[in-house]
């Protein structure tokens, strides 16, 4: 089995007085890995990566991937200069990463056209697998069904997380099953993994990480009515977290586990009152 299936979760970055908090960092590491989801993403959009500066950036991955062991961790890529990514990918290429994951250029909204060449380009450098973005809320464009089943011939293209709201374009990829499809809407993981996606690469999966891995292993394992029940009490908590930009609601509902402290970098703004003492009734409960 490909190594892109189960829960993974896209690790936020954590701050303390400004600077990145490297020791709750290695902490939430430890949490993830002992609740036994499948891997980690570090430097996604939860992470807050273009917050950071260049050397932070290194400083996060660094100390994911030293915390993390044996358990697999992708790092994020993201830009709209191809000529910084391709420099980007070749760093990357010296690192233990068990892989990048890729989103679209944003902001210029490139050609169908435009984003398998910048794909396949990069994909090209990579040494490592790749796991296409698809996030058109964020970039823009969205990866249209052709364009993804062109990449998927691609030797080092593995995987997507599929986060374009497209039924259609969730199982027509299922189908063809050349790519591993992970969920990124979060509230769409039952429906994903009942249709044969591969799992989730999900930010909800910060709270209760153990109940995400118990559904994906409940469904997976063919306990139907198991899952279901999971999943409905994991959706009040999914639907929370998801109700303002992200990663605000989850940093407040790790800040209220003690985890992390509740701080982002501007223009990122904390979760409002209201919402925080929902997140704290929800992850008590």
């Not at 209760?208 to 009040?236: C, D, N, Q, S």
Request: some cysteine; hydrophobic content about 50%; aromatic content about 4%.
């Amino acid at each position: 089995m490909s190594i892109f299936s189960g829960i993974w979760v896209p690790v936020v970055t954590p701050f303390a007085d400004g600077a990145v908090d490297h020791v709750a960092l290695r902490r939430l590491v430890r949490f993830y890995a002992d609740a036994g989801v499948a891997g980690l993403v570090a430097l996604g959009t939860t992470g807050e990566p273009a917050a950071l500066e260049a050397a932070e950036q290194d400083a996060v991955l660094a100390t994911v991937l030293a915390e993390a062991g044996a358990l697999p961790v992708l790092a994020g890529v993201a830009g709209n200069q191809t000529a910084h990514l391709r420099e980007r990918m070749a760093q990357l290429n010296e690192l233990p990463v068990a892989g990048v994951l890729i989103s679209a250029p944003y902001y210029i909204r490139p050609s169908q056209a435009g984003l398998i060449e910048h794909f396949t380009a990069l994909a090209d450098l990579s040494v490592k697998p790749v796991v296409l973005y698809d996030i058109p809320y964020r970039t823009g464009v969205r990866l249209e069904l052709a364009t993804l089943l062109t990449l998927a011939a691609h030797p080092r293209i593995q995987a997507v997380k599929d986060c374009a709201g497209s039924l259609d374009t969730t199982l027509a990829l299922i189908l063809d099953g050349r790519l591993q499809v992970l969920a990124g809407d979060d509230i769409h993981l039952f429906n994903t993994l009942c249709l044969g996606g591969s799992g989730a690469i999900a930010a909800s999966a910060h709270v209760h990480p153990e109940r995400f891995v118990a559904l994906y292993r409940a469904l997976t394992e063919g306990r139907l009515e198991e899952g279901r029940g999971i999943f409905h009490g994991l959706a009040p908590l999914i639907g929370a977290l998801c109700s303002e930009p992200n990663p605000g609601p989850v940093k407040a509902a790790l800040a209220s586990q003690g985890l992390i402290r509740d701080e982002l970098r501007a223009p990122m703004t904390r979760a409002t009152d209201a919402l925080r003492e929902r997140l704290r009734e929800l992850v008590a409960a």
